[in-house]
């Protein structure tokens, strides 16, 4: 690995500093907007439930009551605090389904909790328990440096390689923004020494890391699955995460395209620098036997569909008694945080279908008619606001969305959750997502803000056209 790939990035403090007070503001004003769009729409819900249903009739639309309202208004919020404030949306969720299920509707904690995503949580803590020691003894050094040699000194195809691991690596259960982590350094620092624009380099890291970040073995995969199965559309994982490599194939070839024509797709003179990269000589030990037990962790759920969660964690379980002194820094790789936000925002969404939101907002957005039209409105506002939200929350709140869509159309139930689950994914190449951040963070002190500035732009274009591709793909066709 180079020595670039080596150095310290910097804090998160350092690189806010860096940054121009004129992109903070920007992003300010435009949360605001959405906030205060939202809230509009709300009020609007309500005050046209009021004016035009006072007299009503047998096919006349329902109106949100207060019960369906309050909560509502509380989610709103808890975006909007996780998104200005670095505070867990998924512990906002949980304290929300306390105080309304308790306060509001008379519930037991035993029914807010009915639908607590158990398996969800495993998966997460599993997949997470293993890649962290993967990460630790090397093995992941192992394989980002084998790809790189496979180049040899043809600098253009290092970002398809970037590509194809961080794809590698997020099909097999890890994280996006763990993927990103883990390879941004060694990828931007051999984007300068070869001279590939870090935006371009960057975008194909995180394009790849969503390219398999929907597999049958991939938390977000199983979490998008089984939101769907629980109401009652029951979608397709393998077409789920075919679509999803192929836009993102797709999105990644047009960048080059975009670049190419720019005359940026080369950052500097244009040479092709000589890549060093340090021997790493031959797996052993530890490595192989991780190696082997990710081959293991394929068959078993691939080949005998267990569920991948328990696999991961027996296969840790192995690593950590070959290494058990340092089994606590293990633990410590869980993605703790990430369970939180998945469990509480899936609690919190299950109260919202017990009180019957998610079935009022369907019926009223069904009102703008043409169901390809509600699909599209769906894929941008999730697309929207995902570059300043949790993908991962908005995913568990807008699919179940989908469900009286489907249910009165002829739209594809794969087709149509498949574009809604990409639109939210691609568009996390944002330097406000946690992946254009890693990115940001990730390239040369003295260039940081360029980065920014251009990957910021960069995310706006894909902000613009990635919901309307993957909604034109995958919705009207109807090939899914």
């Known amino acids: 690995m180079t020595k670039t790939a080596q150095r310290p990035t910097g804090t998160d403090e350092e690189t806010r500093d860096q940054k121009s007070p004129r992109p903070a503001r920007r992003r300010r004003i435009l949360l605001m907007a959405v906030v205060g769009i939202t809230l509009l729409g709300v009020l609007a819900l309500v005050l046209a439930g009021g004016v035009f249903n006072q007299a009503p009739t047998a096919e006349s639309e329902p109106s949100m009551t207060a019960v369906q309202i309050i909560p509502l208004i509380i989610l709103v919020v808890m975006f909007v ?15 929300a389904s306390f105080g309304v299920g308790i306060f509001m509707l008379g519930m037991t ?10 398996n ?10 293993f890649f962290s020691m993967a990460q630790r003894n090397g093995t992941i050094d192992i394989i980002v440096q084998t790809c790189v040699r496979l180049v040899r000194g043809r600098t253009l195809l290092l970002p ?3 590509f194809l691991m961080a794809a590698a690596l997020t099909s097999l ?4 923004p763990a993927a990103v982590a883990l390879l941004a350094p060694a990828a931007i620092g051999l984007a300068y020494e070869s001279r590939i624009h870090p935006v371009v380099m960057g975008a194909f890291l995180i394009n790849g890391a969503h390219a398999g970040g929907f597999s049958p073995l991939s938390v977000a995969g199983v979490l998008v699955h089984d939101i769907a199965v629980k109401n009652g559309f029951p979608i397709s994982q393998g077409a789920l995460f075919t ?9 990644s070839v047009l960048t080059v395209v975009l670049f190419a024509l720019l005359g940026k797709l080369r950052d500097g003179d244009g040479r092709h620098a000589d890549l060093e ?3 790493t000589g031959r797996p052993h030990g530890q490595q192989i036997l991780t190696l082997a037990l990710i081959a293991a962790m394929l068959v078993c759920a691939l080949g005998f569909h267990m569920p991948i969660g328990f696999v991961a964690l027996s296969a840790g379980l192995l690593l950590a008694l070959v290494n058990i002194k340092e089994h606590r820094t293990f633990i410590g790789g869980v993605s703790w945080s990430t369970v939180l936000l998945v469990a509480g925002m899936i609690t919190y969404v299950s109260l919202l279908q017990h009180v019957g939101v998610i079935d009022t907002l369907a ?3 069904l009102a703008l008619g043409a169901p390809l039209l509600v699909a599209l409105v769906l894929c941008y506002v999730i697309g929207v606001g995902s570059a300043f939200a949790s993908s991962t929350a908005l995913l568990t709140a807008f699919i179940p969305l989908a469900g009286p869509l489907l249910a009165t159309s002829s739209l594809s139930a794969s087709g149509t959750v498949a574009a809604l689950a990409i639109a939210a994914t691609v568009v996390d190449v944002s330097p406000f997502s946690t992946d254009g951040a890693l990115v940001v963070a990730n390239a040369r002190e003295d260039d940081r803000q360029r980065v920014y500035k251009q990957l910021m732009m960069y995310a706006g274009g894909v902000v613009l056209a990635a919901p309307a591709l993957a909604w034109a793909l995958l919705v009207p066709t109807g090939v899914m």
């Open 81 to 95: 605090v996780a998104t200005k404030w670095p505070l867990n949306i998924g512990v906002m969720g949980l304290v």
């Open 109 to 118: 904690d035993k029914e807010i909790l009915a639908d607590f995503p158990a």
């Open 120 to 129: 969800i949580v495993i998966t997460i803590i599993g997949v997470t328990y």
């Open 160 to 162: 398809w390689v970037f």
């Open 173 to 176: 259960g890890t994280f996006s």
């Open 243 to 251: 679509a999803s490599f192929a836009i993102n194939l797709i999105l």
């Open 277 to 279: 990269t340090s021997s």
């Open 363 to 365: 019926e009223q957005a």
